[in-house]
């Protein structure tokens, strides 16, 4: 999907992580530490689930070789390298 669509339920999952948070930390003896490692894990889930949303469009380059050799003809094909943009 083109990543203008996927923000929302990126946005979405960043504010479930935050409310997460801020519910471990009211709780007795919670430990700063875990609380922040588990709001990085959620927010790293969060955004990496946002990026793998993105249709990447490529141009791609197919070359068709013909050419003649002592044999007969030699027929090869390539493909080159594009460029991709994420929509």
């Known amino acids: 999907m ?6 929302i339920p990126l946005e ?15 709780r007795d ?4 530490d875990t609380i922040i490692n588990t709001l990085a ?3 790293a889930t969060a955004v990496n689930a946002y990026v793998t949303q993105a249709i990447v469009n490529v141009t791609i380059v197919n070359t068709a ?11 090869g ?7 991709g943009v994420l929509l």
């Open 2 to 7: 083109p990543l203008s669509v996927a923000v």
């Open 12 to 26: 979405l999952q960043i504010a479930a992580a935050f409310r997460k948070a801020k519910a471990d930390g009211e």
């Open 29 to 32: 003896g919670a430990s700063p």
């Open 41 to 43: 894990s959620d927010i």
């Open 65 to 75: 070789v013909i050419g003649a050799s002592a044999v007969g003809p030699v027929v």
């Open 77 to 83: 094909t390539g493909i080159g390298v594009g460029t």
